[in-house]
């Protein structure tokens, strides 16, 4: 796997214990049903697009989507605190 997800992971169980970002409790479950789906759509963006992902929550889709596309420009937004 790309050690940015895998860094992207180790961030997100870190803070995961704290602020609860994701309901995942392994990293195999994050893989299986937040990375994997995310970066199913990769080659459907189209290069140099801005994206919008509203409710991201832990960054899922945008967050993996992010770091294997830096060529678009991303905003993730999160309704709650």
């Known amino acids: 796997m790309d ?3 895998e860094a992207y992971l180790d ?3 870190k803070w995961n214990k704290v602020y609860r970002l994701t309901a995942f409790e ?3 479950e994050a893989v299986a049903l937040g990375v ?3 970066l199913a759509i990769t080659k459907d963006l189209p290069r140099g697009i ?3 992902d509203v ?3 832990g960054g899922f ?3 993996p989507l992010a770091i294997v596309r830096p060529d678009l420009r991303w905003v993730l937004t ?3 605190l």
Do not use: N
Request: aromatic residues 4%; charged residues 20%; proline residues 17%.
């Open 36 to 38: 994997v789906p995310s």
């Open 50 to 52: 801005r994206v919008l």
């Open 11 to 13: 961030l997100l169980f």
């Open 26 to 28: 392994t990293r195999k």
């Open 78 to 80: 999160e309704p709650s």
């Open 61 to 63: 889709p945008a967050a």
């Open 3 to 5: 050690p940015r997800i």
């Open 55 to 57: 409710g991201s929550g």
